[in-house]
């Protein structure tokens, strides 16, 4: 029965409701194929309760709503709108309806072309897109001349360590890879800047993808995009040519190759020069240490015997004599979809040459004298390096790594030294460096919050040096030469378990536990030589054993809550450390359980700025620099020796700091203050005449303190089209010494540095730079006058561009 109401109640209603039957044309009569018929009710015409699409100009419609007043619409492209209104419609009643449509008037615009320039950068999330063309002025050669002109970047020239945001950068991607590893200067010095379309600054990067959202998000990078049609292969040439004023040729070639497809990337390099430019990430010039080196010297043997280190006012490519070759090759092999495989080769030979003047002036203990040494020096590095890189990922979760590294490094370095206008010594230093380090890393994501590391890591590196002198240094009478050996060997073995894990986007934590076992053997003879009479005797002996023995765990939890992030950490260990001096039979052994805390803080002032505070302490060993007894001769004046101790130095840090980098008005503000301080250190006493110095460091529980300010302020002024940088440093030290037998003495210096960088853009062919940069120091011992040194630099360039190329 329910059915049969129902069929009668829809019926009833079907046979109420009104149909609508209806024609649409234009004036001329003619079809109209296709409108919207659109029915409202007329008191709302904004509403439209039904609505069909009729065809071939005609239609019907059986409204299914009751209206008190109809409004039809009839909408056709290219045609005005026409209505019809239905007053009080009855429901059983068929209206027909015919439409005669007026054509729109259709007005014909001329085309237009809105030009514009592509903006500068596009900020998306965690990145910073800079469009190349947009900073380029014409006087770019690599790609590194480009990012030092980038906002919020800077550039270390020395080292070619790259900063974004004060930050220093992990690496330098090649279109997402990591081609280049830590000596990302091979890509940026040596890339053609015409190559490169955008520059990309990507801040919480986590190359290993299975830590992604895992790990604490502190690393920064930048990734090169390559302009389209720039894959497959391409490369390119730089020729220089000219004439030095003796008429030798004077030569830079630089080549490189570039290789992209779906499976390969890869990147080489072949170059020489002799004006000065150096290719390499590798500083033999002054020795400068990059971001690799310093990463990794924990890991390494010291020299005992230094290496000449050229020192100069003037940028290196002003005085840097030298006749470098230098070839370099990196790839990625993208084997399958779990195996890859990277690998980065290295040659480099040079020859640097350098003729310098020192003279120094001593007043010590109310005794003054000079000392003069004219020094021509030629130094011959040569180094052969090879490292491998495999991935695998044995299934979705879990990634297996390993690197390995070898390395071979010989330094040959010939010295004639003029001493006191009198004496003239020749001598050579033959130094050589083999390192062998080795990675295993396997990473297992256990959810995807959480995420398991194992790490085994070992390196050996075994540091062999020769240093003859001729006269002798220690008994010119009797002898007429010293030779000076030295062998220092690191054996350095690690196992580290890690997990990894969020409790929330941006609460992260981190635990490890782990153990070191390094192990050093340091062994070194001098000799004085009378090859008239073929008698040689031994003036100085070290054979000595240290190692240190660590069992640790470390912890860090990164909190935010806000515009507030908070990082506390810490460190707690078993550190075992012992000498064994073999000469004498001695051993020395301590035992020290450390605790080391610190905590960052950040609090983001807006978009654009923050400030910062941290605060640290710890614990260090120093008996590594300090472990033989007996004298080392080291140059044409100097010898050194150690009294040797296994105590350990504490050291408190404070920094506060105050970043701003605001691309869109073209502003940036970076500026921090640092103290540190430092209980127990190795303090010099120190015997100076007028042909040699004698320095023996000692351990004393004494503090030295470092306090130190910075500033950096960047701005573009548009009513100048000009660039101006203002940077300036200033430290104040307090350390402690003893010379030539003094008492413990207290000294105090002060140092300042700033520079004013001021850059034209000018749309025209011509743009000017000038950088002016004053430096001045003061030096003070207890009871003594001060020292002042003072320097003044300006560089001035005129910048034509009378074309675009």
């Not at 007043?69 to 209206?95: C, R, S």
Request: aromatic content about 12%.
């Amino acid at each position: 029965m329910k059915f049969y109401y129902l069929v009668i109640l829809l019926f009833s209603i079907n046979s109420f409701s009104q149909t609508i039957n209806g024609t649409f044309s234009d004036n001329e009569h003619t079809t109209v194929y296709t409108a919207n018929i659109l029915i409202k009710e007329a008191n709302n015409p904004k509403s439209i309760k039904e609505y069909i699409i009729a065809r071939n100009g005609g239609f019907t419609i059986n409204l299914k709503k009751d209206y008190q007043e109809i409004l039809i619409e009839v909408v056709a492209n290219g045609y005005f709108k026409e209505t019809y209104i239905i007053e009080n419609p009855q429901k059983d009643k068929t209206y027909n309806i015919n439409f005669i449509l007026k054509k729109d008037n259709v007005t014909k615009l001329d085309e237009i072309i809105i030009k514009a320039k592509k903006r500068s950068f596009i900020i998306k999330k965690d990145t910073v897109k800079y469009n190349v063309a947009a900073y380029r002025d014409g006087s770019e050669r690599k790609i590194e001349d480009l990012i030092k002109k980038l906002p919020g970047i800077e550039v270390n020239t020395s080292t070619g360590e790259i900063k974004y945001k004060g930050k220093s950068v992990e690496t330098v991607l090649l279109e997402g890879d990591n081609l280049f590893g830590y000596n990302y200067s091979l890509g940026t010095k040596n890339i053609n800047v015409d190559m490169v379309e955008q520059v990309q600054a990507i801040e919480n990067y986590s190359e290993n993808p299975l830590l992604k959202g895992i790990e604490a998000g502190n690393k920064v990078v930048l990734n090169l995009k390559l302009k389209k049609g720039r894959l497959d292969f391409s490369g390119n040439i730089d020729l220089g040519l000219g004439v030095f004023e003796t008429g030798k040729q004077a030569l830079n070639i630089n080549t490189n190759i570039l290789g992209i497809t779906k499976n390969y990337k890869s990147f080489a390099t072949l170059a020489y020069n002799n004006i000065g430019i150096n290719h390499s990430p590798f500083d033999y010039f002054g020795f400068s240490i990059n971001l690799e080196q310093l990463k990794e010297k924990d890991f390494f043997a010291r020299k005992i015997i230094p290496e000449t280190r050229f020192s100069n006012t003037l940028d290196n490519k002003r005085v840097n004599i030298n006749n470098q070759y230098f070839g370099n090759y990196n790839a990625i092999f993208k084997i399958n979809k779990r195996l890859k495989v990277k690998t980065n080769l290295y040659y480099i030979n040079d020859k640097i040459t350098s003729q310098q003047l020192f003279e120094n002036q001593y007043t010590i203990n109310e005794e003054s004298f000079t000392t003069t040494d004219n020094t021509v020096i030629t130094k011959k590095p040569k180094q052969y390096r090879g490292d491998l890189e495999i991935k695998y990922n044995s299934s979705k979760t879990s990634l297996l790594e390993y690197n390995l590294r070898i390395r071979q490094e010989n330094i040959k370095t010939l010295s004639t030294v003029i001493s006191n206008s009198n004496t003239n010594f020749e001598s050579l230093l033959n130094s050589k460096d083999f390192y062998l380090k080795q990675k295993l890393l396997y990473t297992k994501k256990l959810s995807d919050k959480k995420a398991f590391q194992f790490l085994v890591f070992q390196s050996t590196n075994d540091v062999p040096q020769t240093y003859q002198i001729s006269p002798s240094v220690i008994n010119s009478v009797n002898f007429d030469n010293n030779v000076q050996k030295s062998n220092f060997k690191k054996n350095y073995l690690e196992t580290q378990a890690t997990l990894l894990g969020s409790t929330s986007k941006s609460n992260k934590y981190t635990f490890s536990v782990g153990g070191v076992l390094d192990n050093n053997k340091l062994q070194s003879e001098l000799l004085n030589e009378n090859s008239t009479e073929s008698i040689i005797v031994e003036n100085g002996i070290n054979d000595l054993k240290y190692s240190k023995k660590t069992i640790y765990q470390l912890g860090a939890y990164h909190y935010s809550i806000g515009k507030w992030k908070f990082s506390p950490s810490y460190s707690m260990s078993y550190l075992n450390q012992e000498i064994n001096v073999i000469e004498n039979n001695s051993k020395n052994t301590q035992v020290d359980f450390i605790f080391e805390p610190s905590l960052n803080i950040r609090y983001r002032l807006n978009s654009v700025s923050s400030l910062s505070a941290n605060a640290g302490f710890n614990k260090n060993p120093k008996a590594e620099r300090y472990l033989f007894l007996n004298q080392i001769l080291i140059n044409n004046r100097t010898t050194i020796s150690n009294t040797p101790s296994l105590k350990l130095q504490e050291s408190l840090n404070y920094g506060l700091f105050y970043y701003l980098n605001d691309l869109y008005n073209l502003l940036e503000i970076n500026a921090g203050v640092n103290y540190g301080k430092t209980t127990g250190n190795f303090f010099t006493n120190t015997i100076i005449n007028e042909n040699t110095t004698q320095i023996n460091y000692f351990y004393l529980p004494q503090d030295n303190s470092n306090l130190s300010f910075n500033f950096l302020v960047a701005k573009y002024i548009p009513f100048l089209e000009s660039t101006i940088k203002l940077r300036s440093n200033y430290s104040i030290s307090e350390y402690r010494n003893i010379v030539n037998n003094s008492e413990l003495r207290n000294n105090k210096g002060q140092f300042l540095n700033t520079e004013l960088f001021m850059k034209t853009a000018f749309d025209g062919f011509i743009n000017f730079e000038n950088t002016i940069n004053f430096s001045k120091s003061i030096s003070q011992s207890q009871g003594s006058n001060q020292f002042i040194n003072e320097s003044l630099n300006n560089t001035f360039k005129i910048i034509l561009k009378p074309s675009k190329k």
